[in-house]
Each structure stands twice: as C-alpha cells, then as structure tokens.
C-alpha cells in the first residue's frame, strides 16, 4: 500500500495550517479551515497562500 505525502501551507490571515492531498495550481482558490478566509495560491514552489482579490460587481459599463 502505497502512502501519499500531504502538501502543506499556513493560511497568511489566522497562520493556521492548511492540507491538501495534492499540489494545488497557482490561481487556484481556496477556504481556511480555520477563519474561513478566500486564499488564492500565488506560488507552487515553495507553497505560498494569500488573502483572495475581492470579485467586484460589473454592471455592463
């Protein structure tokens, strides 16, 4: 039986420790387990996280 390793990172807004069972792809969004924070994965190598750009409304203008 083989073992996967798990990818970790620490979440920048609560520092808490976040788990993925696979590498995640730069750009990818994700939830804080822990404070619920939008981090978007800025960097692959070494795994980096930040707080997610707010999506603003367009209104067609």
Same mark, same amino acid.
């Given at each position: ?9 620490? *979440?920048?807004? !609560?520092? @808490?420790? &976040?788990?993925?069972?696979? $590498? ?7 939830? *804080?387990?822990? !404070?619920? @924070?939008? &981090?978007?994965?800025?960097? $692959? ?17």
């Amino acid at each position: 039986m083989t073992q996967t390793a798990t990818i970790q990172a620490v *979440c920048p807004e !609560c520092e @808490a420790q &976040l788990n993925f069972d696979r $590498r995640p792809f730069k750009g990818q969004v994700t939830h *804080c387990t822990d !404070c619920s @924070a939008e &981090l978007e994965v800025i960097e $692959r190598e070494p795994l980096l996280m930040e707080l997610a750009p707010e999506v603003e409304e367009d209104w067609g203008e």
